[in-house]
């Protein structure tokens, strides 16, 4: 499942315009000098962080906070920490900055991530320092905000937990590993064939992580955020686990569930506002059940018992049908739905037109024509004879 509906990338980005204001005297104003001043402190505060010098970190704010901000940071494989200095308000010797924090994780993101925080300082004897550092708006918290980050390495993933056990993060990295490989096979290798993984302590750490309700991902066992149409050079995506939900599941719906979730991370730069839902959920699921050998009746088994009363629906199901927060059975009467239509093209045009009609829809970056054209170049039909097909086919494997 797509966080944030395939597009809840943490933060924005925001155009640095720092005006350069000149006083009477022709030297800089008070507002220009502050900002200057700030930038400073936060560019040794960043170069702490790659350093991992404590002390230095400590120098920048309130040294009680920063002990426990900086331990938490700790293991986080990072290859790049800035602050970006977008806004600043000054009364007296008090400041709130808006800036833009983008970093990069060793090895896995081609290009930052940046969250949006707003930093509270105070100046003493001229210093500035940061007094408290927190999400911007609707911006999501960090994972080291919920405390201390581990990390478990996997030869095709890298797990970043708070609150778990060194083992749990382990079998996160197994199960990942065994995804990736499933995923290009099924998709190909234009991807990066790794993924990262975001392990929370809860559901309200990884809806903080999100940066919604809880209440919206109650029973989701994971999302992944990204960008939709991304290029290479785009931030990793994550796929961001609910402990809670995901705990019950069994082995098979856990392993499930991580390569649903690394399909997303495959297909992302493919995916973009033209992709109904019913095609990149309907798609991860097809790659997530792929050779396990389950029927349809018992994956969509929602759906079954919508077919067997004789309610066969009368169209693929909408993207308003997706959502987290609407009846259980009717969103996963929409998962099946959109499993069962990749699956019919799957077996009846072949994987590779399944892959070749993804493909065609993304590029038309916008929805109106987009499936309309991919059914008519690369399965050579038209929606309306595909929807009755699905319906039939719905009706002779659920039925």
């Known amino acids: 499942m797509a966080g944030g509906r395939r597009a809840s990338r943490a933060g924005l980005s925001l155009v640095l315009l720092l005006a350069v204001l000149v006083g009477c005297s022709g030297g ?3 507002d220009t000098a502050s900002s200057a001043a700030v930038q400073r402190v936060l560019d040794r505060r960043a170069a ?3 350093d991992r010098d404590v002390s230095a970190y400590r120098a920048t704010g309130d040294p009680s906070a920063a002990s426990d901000e900086f331990a938490n940071l700790r293991e986080v494989p990072l290859a790049a920490w800035s ?6 308000n000054v009364s007296g010797d008090r400041a709130t900055a808006r800036v833009q924090l983008r970093y990069r994780i060793e090895g896995y993101d081609t290009a930052p991530v940046t969250a949006g925080r707003t930093l509270g300082l105070t100046r003493t004897a001229g210093t500035w320092h940061v007094d408290s550092d927190e999400p911007t708006g609707g911006s999501g918290r960090q994972l080291w905000e919920q405390g201390a980050v581990a990390v478990a390495r996997g030869k095709h993933s890298l797990v970043l937990g708070v609150g778990q056990s060194g083992e749990r993060l382990r079998s996160f990295a197994a199960l990942a590993d065994h995804a990736v490989p499933a995923v290009s096979r099924a998709w190909g290798p234009d991807w990066a064939g790794h993924v990262v993984v975001l392990v929370p302590k809860s559901l309200d750490g ?6 919604a309700p809880a209440a919206g991902y ?7 955020t990204g960008e939709v149409g991304g290029s290479a050079q785009a931030p990793a995506d994550r796929i961001i686990v ?3 939900a995901y705990g019950v599941l069994g082995d098979f719906g856990k392993q499930v569930v991580l390569t649903h979730e690394s399909t997303h991370v495959a297909t992302r730069a493919r995916t973009t506002a033209a992709t109904p839902l019913w095609l990149s959920e309907g798609y991860a699921d097809w790659v997530g059940y792929r050779g396990s050998g389950r029927t349809p009746g018992q994956v969509a088994s929602e759906l079954r018992r919508a077919v067997a ?5 009368a169209a693929l199901p909408d993207d308003k049908a997706f959502g987290f927060s609407g009846d259980a059975t009717a969103l996963a009467q929409a998962y099946e739905g959109g499993w069962m239509a990749c699956r019919l093209i799957a077996g009846h045009w072949g994987e590779d037109s399944l892959n070749a009609f993804y493909r065609a829809v993304g590029d038309h970056h916008k929805r109106p024509g987009a499936v309309e054209d ?4 690369v399965l050579h039909t038209t929606p309306e004879r595909f929807t009755e097909q699905w319906r039939d086919y719905l009706r002779d494997q659920l039925g």
Not at 206 to 211: H, S
Not at 218 to 224: W, Y
């Open 83 to 88: 602050y970006h200095l977008d806004r600043l």
């Open 242 to 244: 609910n402990p809670d």
């Open 309 to 313: 009363d004789g309610h066969v629906p």
């Open 218 to 224: 109650r029973g989701i066992a994971a999302v992944t």
């Open 48 to 50: 702490a962080v790659l």
């Open 28 to 30: 800089p104003s008070a």
């Open 206 to 211: 990884m809806a903080g992580l999100l940066g």
């Open 374 to 377: 991919a059914l008519r170049d």
